[in-house]
């Protein structure tokens, strides 16, 4: 029997191309190994990037850990998303307030701060690493990692 769809999530950040391409790629490999069938995509803030792949550092540090990349093409949030998704996750309080300020009326989609989801970084930002090295890049997923275990974690129905 396949496994039920439990919800849907959408991560955000400002291109499109780094944090939240990686977070929705680690969202599928755990939900996948974890037998759980969840809707997943990411978007920007910006349409700076729009119709651009995966930044090569960040698909590189997925491949460093063992996590598939997906074909991405960066694309902006749209109007449409926030009745779509059930969670809206941005990798920064800014991403998140835009959220806020763009969600329309009604809109049922639960708007969360990446790091909230993660012990002990509840309320911090996840850095944007594309103007820096491979630390950079090491580091946004080490904390992107957490979140995501923590978002799973939220998610996920009890064990019965």
Not at 88 to 96: D, F, K, R, S, Y
Not at 119 to 130: I, Q
Request: proline share 8%; hydrophobic share 40%; with cysteine.
């Amino acid at each position: 029997m396949p496994p039920a769809r439990l919800h849907s999530v959408l991560f955000i950040c400002t291109g499109n191309i780094c944090r939240s391409p990686t977070a929705h790629a680690l969202l599928v490999h755990k939900a996948r190994a974890a037998g759980l069938q969840l809707e997943v995509d990411s978007a920007a803030i910006s349409d700076e990037e729009r119709g651009n792949p995966f930044d090569r550092r960040a698909a590189a540090e997925l491949k460093r850990r063992g996590v598939p990349a997906h074909e991405h093409c960066a694309r902006q949030v749209r109007r449409e998303d926030f009745a779509r998704f059930d969670w809206i996750v941005g990798m920064t309080q800014a991403h998140c307030a835009a959220l806020r300020r763009q969600a329309p009326a009604g809109a049922h989609a639960q708007i969360a701060l990446m790091l909230d989801f993660a012990p002990g970084h509840a309320g911090e930002d996840v850095p944007d690493p594309w103007y820096g090295g491979a630390q950079d890049f090491i580091h946004a997923f080490d904390l992107i990692d957490s979140g995501v275990d923590g978002l799973l974690a939220r998610i996920s129905p009890p064990s019965p």
